[in-house]
């Protein structure tokens, strides 16, 4: 039972261009979205959040959109850059209940110069 | 040191062994969790403390596991009678409390553990 899908095993994007990464969900008690980044050999580092009473989040290059009818949430990255070169996790939390994170397979997102 | 550090990095083991994998948190984080990742999956919940008590072990797979945190910093996870299918990276997480919104938990670089 995959409360958090990511369907996308990967995805290869052009340097300076949109990286656009997926993520849906069945929970509908979630009610926290995050996303995080891992480079191989390293722990998953925590890159943005939204909270769901939020449509989107921006922080820089990154920006989070969540759509909580579709029960869908996208990573937008602008510009990517080859540091952006990683695995990206998608992981959902109800806010008002349990601690634990729940994690998307992840993507593995290629930035080609 | 300033980060959650795991040890040992790597852990290769018999099956059937006994095994201990530790993790210190971030100074002052009262929060701590372990998660497994195996090969192509996102990380998987295993245990969440509180201080010293376990909040919430609703992921341990089965009573093989154990884990324990026994004056609120340092945390051992514990694994008996290993099985092949124990094989995975565990990883650790810490963060400064729980229910505040925007307290994202910061992972270590995991154990990876291989049982031959």
């Known amino acids: 039972d995959q409360q958090v899908k990511q369907n996308s095993p990967s995805l290869s994007v052009q340097e300076g261009r949109i990286s656009i990464l997926n993520c849906d969900y069945t929970n509908s008690m979630f009610d926290y979205f995050l996303w995080y980044k891992k480079y191989p050999a390293e722990g998953p580092t925590f890159l943005i959040s939204?909270?769901?009473?939020?449509d989107k989040n921006e922080d820089g290059r990154f920006t989070v959109f969540l759509n909580k009818s579709a029960k869908h949430l996208s990573l937008h990255i602008v510009p990517s850059q080859p540091g952006d070169s990683a695995v990206y996790f998608c992981?959902?939390?109800?806010?008002?209940?349990?601690?634990?994170?729940?994690f998307g397979q992840g993507t593995r997102l290629t930035i080609n110069p | 040191g300033a980060g959650v550090s795991q040890t040992p990095s790597n852990k290769v083991t018999e099956k059937g062994k006994y095994v201990e994998l530790r993790c210190d948190p971030i100074s002052g984080h009262t929060a701590l969790y372990w998660y497994r990742q195996s090969l192509g999956q996102g990380p998987e919940f295993l245990i969440y403390f509180q201080g010293t008590g376990a909040a919430d072990d609703s992921g341990l797979p089965n009573d093989r596991f154990f884990a324990v945190r026994p004056e609120g910093s340092v945390s051992t996870l514990k694994i008996q009678r290993t099985e092949r299918g124990d094989s995975a990276v565990y990883l650790c997480a810490s963060s400064p409390s729980q229910n505040r919104v925007g307290t994202e938990a910061f992972f270590g670089q995991g154990t990876r553990l291989t049982v031959v």
């Open positions: 939204i909270s769901s009473i939020k």
């Open positions: 992981a959902s939390r109800e806010l008002q209940g349990a601690q634990k994170l729940v």
